[in-house]
């Protein structure tokens, strides 16, 4: 069995409108292993065991400066033979995770779970927001195949931008459409929050209505044909949350993602 890493990335200086995901990794580790929750994924793993460790440690201050340390941190995760599962922090932290991955595994498939494409060129003058971790991604060759899911946001450009490099963007209506065998080995999950419906998930900062339900991305997740090598769930946004209902989603799909990596 491969175990996880859990990485809290308490980055938000990436977000385009609202602060607030750099409080989310304490937060969700803290309702993981709350005694309101069982510690086991749906088909009854125990993810305490699966995950040996966790590296919640403080980010540099600076862009540059934080995303070479998750780049390495992630490396090292690799190197000691565990698989990253990385809580976010804005989606920003996604690209300098897949450049470490693709170090290590080559060009990778990716299941990305959004509202939004993240496919701008730049954003705001900032070719590293959480607007464009998946452009910058493709440009520097740490991507294969990627399949968007929930999307419900793309502007005409990131379309464009979506076709030329061969995305498949799929609406929370298009779930049927999902090409699982471009998802082979080896593989990624990337799940921003704001891709459930804000009904299921309210504790975000860019709520998009029409979205996915729980039950669907669990759905999904079940339906993956390998065992992915790495993933990430970001874009928590506490201050939005009700009740820690985000939270506990959150915490759900670590369940589900670790037993699948393991
Ligand atoms: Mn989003
Ligand atoms: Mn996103």
Not at 96 to 112: D, E, S, T, Y
């Amino acid at each position: 069995m491969m175990t996880v890493t859990l990485f809290g990335f308490a980055w938000d200086a990436s977000s385009s409108y609202a602060r607030g995901p750099a409080l989310a990794p304490a937060i969700i580790r803290s309702v993981l292993f709350s005694d309101a929750s069982s510690p086991y994924s749906l088909s009854g793993k125990n993810v305490g065991a699966i995950i040996s460790a966790y590296n919640f440690a403080a980010l540099p201050e600076t862009g540059d400066a934080c995303r070479t340390a998750i780049s390495e941190r992630i490396a090292a995760a690799i190197s000691a033979q565990t698989k990253p599962l990385s809580l976010g922090g804005d989606h920003s932290l996604t690209y300098p995770i897949l450049r470490a991955i693709k170090a290590a595994h080559g060009p990778v498939n990716i299941f990305h779970i959004d509202a939004h494409p993240d496919l701008h060129e730049e954003f705001e003058g900032d070719r590293y927001s959480h607007a464009c971790p998946f452009a910058r991604a493709i440009e520097d060759g740490c991507v294969n195949a990627l399949v968007q899911v929930g999307i419900r946001s793309a502007s005409p450009e990131q379309r464009v931008f979506g076709a030329r490099h061969g995305v498949t963007m799929l609406g929370a209506d298009e779930i049927a459409a999902i090409p699982y065998d471009k998802l082979a080995a080896p593989l990624y999950v990337s799940i921003d929050l704001d891709g459930l419906d804000p009904a299921y998930a309210p504790g975000v900062s860019h709520p998009e209505p029409g979205g996915l339900s729980t039950r669907e991305v669990l759905a999904m997740l079940a339906k993956l044909p390998a065992a992915p090598v790495g993933a990430d769930i970001v874009e928590y946004n506490p201050e939005r949350d009700i009740n820690l209902a985000t939270a506990n989603v959150a915490a759900r799909l670590i369940k589900e993602l670790a037993a699948l990596m393991a």
